[in-house]
């Protein structure tokens, strides 16, 4: 039966039979993250798909995240086991559109801008990109840009208006795309939960529609402004291992509590909306896993040139922020 101890023994068994890494996203189903070598956030991976010595990678997670390691290891073979796992967030912006963007800010008399993409996007996005950030070094990033360069941020409105927050910087531009999940835990459902439970601790991810409200109730004393957190899934859980507090109100997608209440069994970790669901990284089931590795699909492709184009962007990303 997929998801039992016989299944989780049998993809061990495949994975080291075609020399494989799993690697799983945090947003993934328990019995996916239980099963891999890693789990974590957007970046970790990426790193640990650059440095792994694997002849195979497994992305259990979202059809981008399995191109950046596609990009980072053009020899490798990269599995994902659905590929119609997509991102809404990827969606908001195409190669286009970012040209055009940019063609119109320069030809608004605007200095040439740096183009700064969330790493949910897709590979022909980040082939137009300079420096490709994730939610956990996207503060970084901006600031390694000097102060006199306009940036294009995209696609995430969410991310960019925290970045801009963060940096305070005027000439930071920022795409109006968003997650649908992210963007749907909104500030009016964090305000009454905040409400409900006046001790507890508030984890909310950057993609968050309710990111700025959880900094308006900080600044009118609904809640201390010390309890608000805004942190990436990796920040999460090293947060969930530090924290002092009994309750924790966790902003995002729901698969993170997983790896949160394993980390911290004594926190009570809430969501602030329990249907914040990922449709895309739920597609990656028990039985599609072992579909994958028994027959070595989906496989992962990006076309050489654009990867070529897309590489020192994403090479810039998992520098920053070591
Ligand atoms: P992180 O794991 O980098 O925080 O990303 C969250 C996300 O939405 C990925 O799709
Ligand atoms: Fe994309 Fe949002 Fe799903 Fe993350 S949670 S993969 S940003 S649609």
């Avoid at 990009?71 to 967030?89: F, M, N, Y």
């Avoid at 409105?157 to 963060?166: C, D, M, P, T």
């Avoid at 402004?225 to 729901?254: F, N, P, Q, W, Y």
Wanted: proline content about 4%.
């Amino acid at each position: 039966i997929p998801g039992d101890a016989a299944w989780a023994a049998e993809i061990r068994r495949l994975a080291e039979r075609r020399d494989a890494v799993l690697l799983a996203h945090n947003y993934q189903l328990p019995e996916i993250q239980d099963v891999a070598d890693h789990t974590g956030d957007s970046l970790a991976l990426s790193r640990i798909a650059a440095e792994s010595t694997a002849s195979t990678i497994v992305f259990c997670g979202v059809h981008f995240m399995a191109e950046t390691a596609k990009i980072l290891s053009p020899d490798k073979t990269v599995l994902i086991p659905d590929e119609r796992a997509g991102c809404s967030l990827a969606d908001s912006i195409t190669a286009e559109d970012l040209r055009a963007w940019k063609a119109d800010f320069v030809r608004a008399g605007e200095p040439e801008p740096v183009v700064v993409s969330y790493v949910n996007t897709t590979a022909e996005v980040k082939a137009e990109t300079d420096v490709c950030c994730t939610s956990s070094n996207a503060v970084e990033v901006v600031r390694s840009i000097p102060e006199d360069r306009p940036v294009l941020f995209c696609p995430d409105q969410f991310l960019g208006a925290h970045v801009k927050r963060e940096t305070g910087r005027e000439n930071l531009h920022v795409w109006a795309g968003e997650c649908h999940v992210h963007a749907g835990i909104n500030g009016a459902e964090l305000a009454e939960r905040a409400g409900a439970d006046p001790d507890a601790e508030l984890f909310i991810h950057p993609e968050c529609g309710c990111a700025t409200s959880a900094l308006y109730l900080a600044g009118d004393g609904t809640v201390d402004s010390d309890r608000v957190k805004i942190l990436s899934t990796g920040g999460m859980l090293d947060a969930a291992h530090r924290t002092g507090a009994s309750s924790v109100l966790v902003a995002t997608e729901v698969g993170m509590l997983h790896q949160l209440r394993s980390a911290a069994p004594e926190v009570d970790f809430r969501a602030v909306n329990d249907r914040a669901s990922c449709k895309y990284m739920k597609m990656i089931t028990p039985a599609a896993l072992l579909r994958c590795l028994t027959d070595n699909a989906d496989e992962v492709r990006v076309a050489p040139e654009t990867a070529r184009r897309a590489r020192s962007a994403v090479e810039r990303m998992i520098s920053i922020g070591q």
